[in-house]
């Protein structure tokens, strides 16, 4: 009998069988099932030995991905870039707010206090 390096995944927490490649060490779902497809559509199953890669089948496959990482970056720049848009429109309200005020005719009771004229 085979004997396979097991282990669990570290995102979804499933049981994951390690195999290797020419290149890399690769993760492969146990559970999912796999079939073989003919050209007329019938399915059968894949032969015991057959996997899919656990990448396709991790709800969190895309934490262990460089592109994973290069989005959230991403993301944060775009957070912050939000905020410094908040930041400034906060600012030209104040401005609009300061000229309207300028341009506004006196009022009575608008007039600084002790300034008789
Ligand atoms: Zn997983």
């Known amino acids: 009998m085979t004997s396979f390096?097991?282990?669990?995944c570290r995102g979804?927490?499933?049981?994951?069988?390690?195999?290797?490649?020419?290149t890399?060490?690769?993760?492969?779902?146990?559970?999912?099932?796999?079939?073989?497809?003919d050209r007329a559509g019938m399915?059968?199953?894949?032969?015991?030995?057959?996997?899919?890669t656990h990448f396709a089948t991790c709800r969190d496959a895309n934490k262990f991905t460089k592109s994973a990482e290069t989005k959230a970056?991403?993301?944060?720049?775009?957070?912050?870039?939000?905020?410094?848009?908040r930041k400034e429109r906060d600012e030209v309200a104040k401005l609009r707010e300061q000229?309207?005020?300028?341009k506004a005719p006196p009022s009575l009771f608008d007039r600084p206090a002790g300034d008789a004229s």
């Open 5 to 8: 390096q097991t282990s669990d």
């Open 12 to 22: 979804c927490g499933k049981p994951i069988v390690w195999a290797t490649t020419a």
């Open 24 to 37: 890399s060490k690769i993760p492969l779902d146990p559970r999912a099932a796999v079939y073989v497809v």
């Open 43 to 52: 399915a059968t199953r894949a032969p015991d030995g057959t996997f899919v």
């Open 73 to 85: 970056s991403a993301q944060d720049e775009i957070d912050a870039l939000r905020e410094d848009l």
């Open 99 to 102: 000229v309207r005020r300028s």
